[in-house]
């Protein structure tokens, strides 16, 4: 099994540097500057991973090979740099002219290789637009919804008085801030939103995403969904629905999962209803957090 993008580039990065041959030498500043850039580099790496936990990349086998590869040409470069640095005699300065130019390229490329990981991290792995997207324009249809979970415990107190709500509300799913608690929950396992898309579309997949475990405050996400369907509305909102497929959220998979669509509509969509069948045993609420509909985009009407 190959692991997620962000372990391999950690877990790659960090054998580097736990390896490293120079530790216990003396080095020219140039060269002490050099492997600095790497280590600097490598922390942000790892606050990078850190900071991203709570949210998964998607599995995407070539751009594994292609980052892996990046990686090796990494490691080439710093056994060549180790090697001329053993080739080359120092003068009173501590630096010679051809190791110089050695360490230099070295920085240049080193800093672009270490760059394109950087961003290659900060990209939208699902790399298809999202027409459920609330600041694109979606939004949500109060009418065809499910109600929220009322939870007293939910609410801004006064002296003992509740005043106010913080519940989220249901068009929380249609936006990528996904950090424990900022989801929708309704009641029980079974419930549904009907989305109005950006802008009509000839739907072709769908994704859906929750939190992981790891960064659950309750360690479990038994509130996660499981079964759910996805149906299109034809004409107008909340009329005729045409199944458009069912899925299951595997909670124990990548914490973001695309779905292809298993029904095909010859017209284009300007609203989709997301029915959530059963969820991953919460007898209370469940939760979701973001929900994303890609597609073709139809006429501007």
Known sequence: ALLPKKNLLFSSVFWLLNHMW????EFPQKSRRFYAAITE???RLYHYQVMKESQALENNFREILFLIEQINVLKALLRETQD???NHSWNADGDSSEAQNTTDITDEEMANLVNYVLKKLREDQIQMADYALKSAGASIIEAGTSESYKNDKAKLHWHGIGFSNYEMPPDIILQPDVHPGKCWAFPGSQGHALIKLARKIIPTAVTMEHISEKVSPSGNISSAPKDFSVYGSLKQCGGEEVFLGQFLYNKTGTTVQ???????VSESLLCVKLKILSNWGHTKYTCLYR????????DHT
């Open 22 to 25: 120079f530790t216990k030498t």
């Open 41 to 43: 580099y490598s922390s």
């Open 84 to 86: 001329g640095l053993h």
């Open 258 to 264: 695309t779905f292809e669509l298993q029904h095909e």
């Open 291 to 298: 929900f994303r509909v890609h597609g073709t985009p139809g």
